[in-house]
């Protein structure tokens, strides 16, 4: 097995003036379960999808378990399940169609994908809801059914942007629970999210970006250095803003 899951090399993207990501480099232990933190617009967003072909990036490369994803695209793709931010689902399917599209797209047994399938929208709480459209789903139940879409075909490395945002509580610990069983039989996963208490908790790793910059990066002990890992995101990104608020929104 190869030691590191994902290995971000000096990726760069910029759109227009704007440097979204400047010359990033970051190493994702395989096994690890690996926090992306950041304010908004940091370039989470642009890092996760350069790093899984899904954005070309203007300079250098990621490694999906050793194996370049713009070199070797389909190869590194095999290894690997996303959970973009934004990205548009074929949702004029229903939820049961779109996981089974997902598995039969990777080559997977008919039969095997029908087992999974039915697991993934058990566990996700969708099994009442796997005939309706996708479409017609709830932010929360399209964060889920994307999660199984990424999940179905039993990947090493599973990159999931911002998995628990508009996600119910109950779901969000179902999910915590099988991210944690997916690591302790050797998965490794990268998860984005701004909660700062949940990658405290969860994640092993965690890396803070920050304007496009790699801020820090190690195990979420050594990041956080005896601070809350809260604290030293504030340290990190430059504080809280000491503005004078909105005086006009005062109603009494
Ligand atoms: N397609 C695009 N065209 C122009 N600018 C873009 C594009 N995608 C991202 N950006 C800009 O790049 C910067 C980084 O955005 P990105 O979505 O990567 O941030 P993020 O860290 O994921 O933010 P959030 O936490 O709010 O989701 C932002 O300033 C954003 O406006």
Request: hydrophobic share 45%.
């Amino acid at each position: 097995m190869n030691p590191i899951a994902l290995d971000i090399r000096a990726l760069a993207k910029q759109f227009g003036a704007k440097v979204a990501v400047n010359n990033v480099s970051l190493q994702v232990p395989a096994g690890s379960f690996y926090g992306l933190v950041g304010p908004n617009g940091a370039g989470k967003t642009t890092m996760l999808s350069m790093a899984t072909g899904l954005l070309r990036p203007d300079a250098g490369s990621a490694l999906v378990n050793g194996i370049d994803i713009w070199a070797e695209p389909q190869a590194a793709k095999r290894t690997l399940g996303v959970l973009a931010d934004g990205v548009r689902q074929f949702d004029r399917l229903t939820g049961r169609q779109l996981v089974t599209y997902s598995g039969l797209l990777r080559g997977m047994e008919r039969e095997e994908v029908a087992r999974r399938t039915e697991d993934l929208l058990r566990v996700m709480d969708l099994a009442s809801d796997g005939d309706k459209l996708v479409v017609d789903y709830s932010a929360g139940m399209t964060k889920k059914i994307s999660l199984a879409t990424a999940m179905i075909h039993s990947p090493k490395l599973l990159v999931l942007d911002e998995p628990f945002e508009a996600v119910d509580p109950v779901s969000a610990a179902n999910i915590r629970d099988i991210l944690n069983d997916y690591v302790s039989f050797g998965g490794t996963v990268i998860v984005s999210s701004h909660v700062m208490d949940l990658v405290q908790r969860m994640c092993t790793h965690v890396a803070v970006i920050a304007a496009g910059v790699l801020k820090a990066q190690g195990t979420v002990d050594e990041v956080r250095g005896g601070k809350s890992l809260e604290e030293r995101f504030v340290d990190l990104v430059g504080g809280r803003g000491t503005n004078e608020g909105l005086s006009w929104l005062h109603t009494s």
